[in-house]
């Protein structure tokens, strides 16, 4: 059984520099009415089906298997709600060992928007945050990947914080 604890903040794109060897997103949400996100995937060559709960705190159950690529794309084009999310994926090393900065830079209807996550091994890890690290929105549910298919970032009815 895994379990993902992650926080997730803006990006000041102002400071932000992309670094070379960003992998390519493209992700699609299955509805459920159970609380329960159900994500499809494919990133780069590779392809997924994500199972996630609820989170208690900042933690919750995950469940990511390998599929087919091509079942990904019937999956996408199929059974998933809203828009597909896409982004550009980069992948750095934190000041902490073993830890990893995800840095997501959205295309299509969420751009401009950019955010970063880090996955830590329990509620209470410290890290150090980077300059170009912004405002938290671990709590705020628009920025989850599953409303930004179905509410894009482009379509907030007022301006979003940058």
């Known amino acids: 059984m895994g379990f993902e604890i992650e926080r997730k903040f803006l990006v000041k ?38 199972l996630k709960d609820r989170a208690v705190g900042l933690t919750r159950h995950e469940f990511e298997y390998e599929i087919p690529a091509e079942d990904a794309k019937t999956m996408m084009s199929s059974m ?21 900065w995800e840095v997501d830079e959205f295309m299509g209807e969420n751009a401009p928007l950019v955010t970063a996550e880090i996955e830590l091994p329990s509620e209470d890890t410290p890290f150090s945050r980077p300059p170009w690290l912004g405002e938290e929105v671990t709590d705020d549910h628009r920025y989850k990947n599953n409303n930004l298919a179905v509410n894009p970032y482009g379509r907030w009815a007022s301006t979003p914080p940058s």
């Open 80 to 100: 998933c709600d809203g828009p597909l999310v896409e982004k550009i994926r980069y992948r750095l090393p934190a000041e902490e060992p073993g830890l990893v």
């Open 13 to 50: 794109r102002e400071l932000w520099k992309a670094p070379e060897g960003g992998v390519a997103y493209s992700q699609g949400y299955v509805s459920t009415k159970s609380g329960v996100t159900v994500r499809v995937r494919i990133a780069g060559e590779k392809a997924y089906l994500t």
